[in-house]
């Protein structure tokens, strides 16, 4: 059994993680590390997590695993403070939900312990931020995506796996890029759209939202989603997001152009289409 | 009491209307009409509607009230086809999604019969269709907007808002225009984009659905809406939507110029915004 994981930042991905190890008997000892003591001293009062504390150095030492689940526009901060308190044997794992720039941002800051970092993304989340909304099957039959730098070696790869296998998860590996293309697909971009429906909204009547019905108010839950997150994950994964949200355009272009057209055939078959698709994701 | 409340189109929206009716015993009997007898058996046996037939004459005669619950692009054939029925007693309503295009089309079609025609829309529904689907409280605390002709006489008016309040709606009324630029935001424009990002998916990478996390798939439900009756809504309310699409196009070059210029400060803006207005929704 493990001794001690240690996550810095107990938010929601944090604390859901830190619940699920305690009740899956994963480690000895869930430590958390925050800026905040009387929230990390409430987090330890509802059993999300075991011990915590303010200081980097007491929250690393003797750790077996050091999970980073802060945004990630926090991450060269937090890696270069914690570069002097690690030892070989200590794995760091992140949950970011960008992987290309934290490859190479490892390597800038963590030095001769970049091997040690195993870059991780679980595919979970909810509208809701902060360790009250945490829940401990919150990945229960997620995905979960490591991405391997080069240097990593087989037994800490292992080590990250199987802590997410036993918090309930799926887990695949890919490369950064891959990753960070097809998540600017799945997450970003839909996020993006949703974020931009609520502020056109704005912009135009916010009194109209009392007459959206469901279909408008699923859609737009996920422009609940915390905005420093989003504002991280756009900067760190611009590229991708902008080409998606372009590529997006186009195939809006095509259908103002079959409605203006009234092409009723066209009409039909980009919807059939996106209706079967989407029914198969479901069935 | 109401005696007689026939209903052409027994699907979801008209199955649910139906099941509404009779649970709430709004009126003695509720009859379906439509084009498969197969359908209309079952409609029956299921205790959806209390009679049916597949003779228009038999289904409107001695009706107090006639609802059209069919796709908008059937209406003129079906106002054509109802006219020989209509007498001075009947009052005629619907529940399409469009509003001003119907308003002219009624009046081409019903001639001296138009001022009993009184367009409505209840703003509910769901992804499936299809009277197997139907919910007598699916209209429970939902709008309904009703959009009156200049020719409607009170009585007509009262007779429909109270058929919807019995069914557990709110009515409210409005202009066609306005009622059709209102739902072209909050309904006809989300669900365009639902419907747009999963053909962009299809386009790009169909086998990516399975790194979708719970945010797109609620994003993505309303792309399962009915293809005919969206296509139909998109000719009826074709220049709404469209400036709806472009408007929204602006929104999206705005949030991709800060992504752009990594402007931190207006994405953290864009996103607590749309966040703020989002959460005062729900809560």
Chains 1, 2 share one sequence.
């Not at 509208?127 to 990945?139: M, P, R």
Request: charge should be negative; aromatic fraction near 6%.
């Amino acid at each position: 059994m493990i001794n001690k994981i240690t996550i810095i930042g107990v938010g929601l991905i944090g604390g859901s993680l830190a619940k699920a190890i305690k009740e899956n008997n994963l480690a000895k000892v869930v430590f958390g590390f925050g800026r905040d003591s009387e929230r990390l001293e409430k987090a330890q009062k509802t059993n999300v997590i075991d011990q915590y504390s303010t200081n980097l150095k007491e929250a690393v030492s003797d750790s077996d695993i050091v999970v980073i689940a802060t945004p990630v526009g926090s991450f060269k901060e937090i890696l270069t403070e914690i570069k002097p308190f690690l030892t070989g044997k200590i794995v760091i794992t992140d949950v970011g939900s960008t992987k290309t720039n934290i490859a190479s941002l490892v390597s800038q800051t963590l030095g001769e312990h970049s091997n040690s970092f195993i870059p991780a993304h679980p595919i979970a989340g909810k509208e809701k931020s902060g360790f009250e909304a945490s829940e401990s099957n919150l990945f229960n039959n997620k995905k979960v995506i490591i991405t391997p730098l080069e240097g990593n070696s087989s037994d800490s790869i292992s080590l990250i796996q199987k802590m997410w296998e036993g918090a309930g998860a799926d887990v695949d590996f890919m490369s950064p890029e891959s990753h960070d293309e097809l998540l600017g697909m799945t997450s970003h971009l839909p996020h993006m759209l949703a974020f931009s429906l609520v502020n056109y909204l704005i912009s135009k009547n916010p009194s109209a939202s009392i007459y959206a019905a469901g279909g408008f108010k699923d859609f737009s839950r996920i422009a609940s989603g915390d905005a420093v997150m989003w504002r991280d994950i756009c900067i760190q994964n611009k590229d991708q997001i902008i080409d998606h949200i372009k590529g997006y355009q186009k195939t809006l272009d095509s259908l103002v152009d079959a409605i203006k057209n009234e092409n009723s055939d066209e009409l039909d078959l980009l919807f059939t289409n996106a209706k079967k698709t989407r029914d198969s994701w479901v069935g």
